[in-house]
């Protein structure tokens, strides 16, 4: 089986620092790298669909839109955060998964910068090495986000997002100092079982990759911090994934906290519409204070 290769931070960033022809209100927007520069490509050729508005299907190009942290609104925290929106491993849900959360972020003194990962079409290693170099980028460690300078960085996700964002913290070359994780994709079995097959391939899928790739079985003690966020009735994505990480990073004696509201199902995001959004954020906000960054 490949493993992930270590990403070197010399590849050349494609950048502009102006709004790009996708504006989400962004200050920034730094093109990462297609499968033409990328460390490795995920095959797709046909152009990204966006079949409707801010569910962006087929990306082969990794870009990282910039949201700092709006000091008119609250004290610059010197937090940095890259968002990782769901979709399956096979579109994004750039919205209410992504921007409208960076734009939440940043007006609590957190800048934030919005991932749109190339999708994997069965090579995951694409968007580890796309959310490696994000981290890279909001860190200060390669051009792009000197709007944006940040002392420490995270990373959020959402659903498939989650477990890239998990993914990260626990295989990637590049960690980040903490993850926010919501109803995560983590354990192939049981799981969401397309997530899986779209990273994997369904070729590639076997007992010994869903292990591999199921990643309450990578944690380790070099591990960052997790708050996890959750429903109870999620039927898309099962609460055992989420108990099953947070047993591991307790078992690693790594810091975690787990919030699973009652109801809600699956796929919330900052949506109004979600009965507890009121309750994460605060949860979300406080857990950030009490972590010795």
């Excluded at 990306?59 to 609104?73: G, I, K, N, R």
């Excluded at 004290?75 to 940095?80: A, F, R, S, V």
């Excluded at 921007?99 to 939440?104: S, T």
């Excluded at 007006?107 to 959310?131: C, F, Q, T, W």
Aim: hydrophobic share 40%.
């Amino acid at each position: 089986m490949n493993r992930i290769l270590p990403l070197i931070a010399s590849f050349v960033l494609i950048m502009t620092t102006t709004v790009s022809a996708q504006d989400y209100g962004q200050a920034a927007t730094v093109r990462i790298w297609d499968n033409a520069t990328a460390p490795h490509s995920n095959g797709i050729t046909t152009p990204e669909e966006e079949q409707e508005p801010n569910r962006i299907a087929r990306v082969s190009e990794a870009v990282l839109y910039l949201f700092p942290a709006d000091t008119t609104q609250a004290p610059n925290t010197g937090l940095g955060v890259v968002i990782c929106p769901g979709g399956g491993y096979a579109r994004l849900a750039i919205d209410y998964e992504g921007y409208e959360v960076a734009k939440w972020l940043a007006s609590n003194g957190i800048s934030a910068g919005v991932l749109k990962y190339r999708m994997p079409n069965g090579h995951p290693e694409v968007p580890l090495e796309d959310a490696e170099q994000a981290l890279r980028i909001l860190r200060g460690e390669v051009p792009g986000a000197e709007c944006c300078p940040c002392r420490k960085v995270g990373i959020m996700g959402f659903s498939a997002g989650g477990h890239l964002a998990a993914y990260a913290s626990t295989l990637g070359a590049v960690r980040p100092d903490f993850s926010l994780l919501f109803y995560p994709v983590i354990t192939a079995h049981p799981g969401h079982q397309g997530s899986f097959t779209n990273l994997i391939g369904s070729a590639n899928r076997s007992a010994e990759n869903d292990a591999y790739y199921s990643l309450e079985n990578r944690v380790t003690k070099q591990t960052p911090p997790a708050l996890l966020l959750l429903s109870d009735d999620d039927t898309t994505v099962p609460p055992v994934s989420s108990t099953r990480y947070y047993n591991a990073l307790k078992e690693h004696g790594i810091e975690a906290s787990m919030h699973i509201y009652p109801t809600g199902g699956h796929g919330w995001g900052i949506r109004e519409s979600f009965r507890y959004r009121n309750e994460w954020q605060a949860a979300l906000l406080d857990w950030l204070k009490q972590l010795d960054l």
